[in-house]
């Protein structure tokens, strides 16, 4: 058996075990689907570990930085108290209505809000407005402003918060230091920002699976 399928395999028993579709989850891939939008949502069993951070957490605040069709969105929503809040950015409006449409079925609307517009200038009016520190941040948008994205999170969270980066293996192409590629480029110096920010410590972590061969980092804001 050929790698990929062996892990295929293995993250469909797993998932089946462990991170079992629902109505609202199935739902919202298969909406997402529908509407063209591209197969790069989080794995079920990604899910489940974005959910279980938060939970682990006791986040009342959590920002998404890149919603796709809300699918993660919903994992991270379902951690969240009654009275919890989630701001999800997401830069196409397309995007954010079939977002809003599967938040809304999950029952997660009245606690969610999706924002739209290039992240950067969603991350600059959030901060104008002095709001309170997110608990959680999980940044999967645009690699090329994957350290700008870590730096806002940095600033709008607070001591104890968890910041996790997704998507910076590449395939194992974030080795080469010398590539072109901008969104490699933007992977390694958030990686390198998670390394060296004095209010940041951090680890990361090589995965295999539906999503072929990738990872994800994961940050503690320090005092």
């Known amino acids: ?93 397309k995007h954010a209505e079939v977002a809003r449409r599967n938040l809304a079925r999950a029952g997660l609307d009245k606690i969610t809000e999706v924002r739209v517009g290039p992240a950067l200038d969603s991350l600059s009016k959030l901060a104008d407005e002095d709001p309170a520190p997110f608990d959680l941040v999980f940044i999967d948008a645009d690699k090329v402003n994957n350290p700008h994205y870590v730096d806002w999170a940095v600033r709008l969270s607070r001591p104890g918060s968890l910041i996790v980066l997704d998507n910076v293996v590449r395939g194992g192409a974030v080795t080469d230091a010398t590539t072109d590629d901008p969104a490699i480029r933007g992977t390694r110096a958030a990686l390198e920002l998670f390394a060296s920010h004095p209010k940041l410590d951090a680890t990361a972590i090589q995965t295999v699976g539906v999503k072929g061969y990738d990872g994800f980092a994961l940050a503690r804001v320090l005092p």
Do not use: C, F
Request: glycine share 8%; no cysteine.
């Open 1 to 93: 058996m050929t790698e990929p399928r062996l892990w295929n395999d293995v993250d469909d028993y797993l998932t089946a075990l462990l991170a079992p579709p629902d109505d609202a989850l199935s739902a919202a891939l298969r909406d997402s689907d529908a509407a063209g939008l591209p197969h790069i949502n989080v794995a079920p069993t990604h899910g489940k570990l974005l959910h279980l951070l938060a939970v682990i957490q006791g986040a009342r605040r959590i920002l998404e930085i890149g919603t796709l069709g809300g699918y993660s969105t919903i994992w991270l929503g379902r951690a969240l108290p009654a009275d919890g809040r989630l701001i999800s950015l997401e830069y196409a409006e």
